[in-house]
């Protein structure tokens, strides 16, 4: 009786060990386990950390770059407050200078017109006194044609005041021109010649009407000094087809 219940004894006391061992290895996966979940927490703060950092560093660098663009926005709203008259002041100044161009178009053509019906009458007149008129050189002819054609590109100002010029010359070479062919047409053929126009008008056959063309008024009978005088008076008043509102904006006041 005593053997067997020191059996019993040792064979409870292996299980209470056995028990104790099996807890114990339990123990130690459990704490294995939570160490390796607090690395883990650990790894992940640190990196979230890190990405904190990066984006306060991002949103510092925008918040400077938006302070830059608001700078950058005022700078540029104020220099359009700046340009906003001064636009406005070119486009009243390029209106002006249109309307000058369409002066001078206007009266440029006009001045060809009369210009090139007084040539016909003073080649008629030598063609009835046996003579040809003579033109002027060739180069007043070349720059006629070169203003004709209108101004092209470049300075609209400096290319009016060079045509300006070049049509003041042209006033000048036809000047002696008309000095010229009224000395040709003052011959004994032309005095027939203007005894017949100063006819009743019934008496002769009806021809165009020189002087309307030429923007002459009617008056005495028609006579080369009689048509000296009228051209010397037309090329010498520039008004007529040079108005002094163009020469007071080519000089600037």
């Known amino acids: 009786m005593a053997g ?4 019993r004894s040792g064979t409870g006391t292996r299980r209470s060990q056995d028990a104790a061992a099996q807890d114990s290895q339990k123990l130690d996966a459990v704490l294995a386990a939570v160490e390796h979940i607090g690395d883990s927490l650990e790894r992940a703060r640190t990196s979230l950390e890190a ?32 340009l906003t ?4 002041r070119l486009k009243s100044e390029m209106g002006d200078v249109l309307a000058c161009l369409r002066i001078v178009a206007e009266n440029k053509s006009h001045f060809f ?4 019906a ?15 008129a003579e033109r002027s050189v060739p180069t007043s002819r070349n720059r ?8 092209k590109g470049g300075d609209v100002r400096t290319e009016a005041v060079a045509h300006a010029h070049d049509l003041e010359q042209l ?19 032309e005095s027939e010649s203007e005894t017949e126009i100063s006819q009743p008008p019934s008496d002769r056959p009806t ?3 020189r002087l309307s063309e030429l923007g002459f008024a009617r008056g005495p009978p028609l006579t080369s000094a009689t048509f000296l005088g009228a051209a010397e008076v037309a090329l010498a008043d520039r008004s007529l087809m040079w108005p002094s509102v163009w020469s007071t904006e080519l000089s600037g006041t």
């Open 4 to 7: 067997t219940g020191r059996l």
């Open 51 to 82: 990405k904190i950092d990066k984006v306060t560093s991002d949103l510092v660098l925008l918040h400077a770059d938006h302070r830059n663009l608001a700078d950058k926005t005022g700078a540029i709203e104020a220099r359009v407050d700046e």
């Open 85 to 88: 008259p001064m636009a406005s």
């Open 113 to 116: 017109t009369t210009r090139e």
């Open 118 to 132: 007084a040539w016909e009458w003073l080649e008629s007149t030598g063609r009835a006194s046996g003579r040809t």
């Open 144 to 151: 006629c044609s070169q203003v004709r054609h209108g101004l």
């Open 171 to 189: 006033i000048q070479e036809r000047r002696e021109a008309i000095h010229s062919a009224a000395a040709i047409s003052a011959s004994p053929v």
């Open 207 to 209: 021809k165009p009407d």
